[in-house]
């Protein structure tokens, strides 16, 4: 099935399930932030590995000690879509593991 831009109304009630992650326009995103530079870096590997697993990629920053995502659809013309939850979902089930916050 063809996906699909979510309503406004459709990203919020999904994104209770992903306390930490919030909609900006149209992109969903959210800040982890870590005890140093190594464990936010690492992360950034895990989320590429995943993202390429998905064949969908977020925006992605790294900064000292936080890494930063936003992510909409581009087959769409850049809304949200149910892939984009579905990376956040993926992103947030690795994120305790390294030490996220
Ligand atoms: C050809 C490739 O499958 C597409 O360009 C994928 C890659 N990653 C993507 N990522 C995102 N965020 N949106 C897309 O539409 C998208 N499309």
């Known amino acids: 099935m063809a996906v699909e831009p ?3 109304k459709d990203v919020e009630v999904r994104l209770q399930e992903l306390p930490g992650w919030s909609a900006d326009g149209d992109r969903i995103t959210r800040t982890y932030s870590f005890g140093g530079h190594f464990p936010a870096a690492a992360m950034v590997i895990h989320i590429a590995q995943i ?3 998905l064949d969908h990629h977020a925006e992605v920053v790294l900064g000292y000690n936080t890494v930063s995502l936003a992510v909409n659809t581009h087959s769409v013309g850049g809304k949200v879509t149910d892939l984009d939850l579905q ?6 089930a690795i994120a305790a593991g390294h030490g996220a916050r």
């Not at 990376?87 to 947030?92: D, M, P, Q, S, Y």
């Open 6 to 8: 979510l309503s406004q």
């Open 51 to 53: 993202q390429e697993e």
């Open 87 to 92: 990376l956040a979902r993926r992103v947030e």
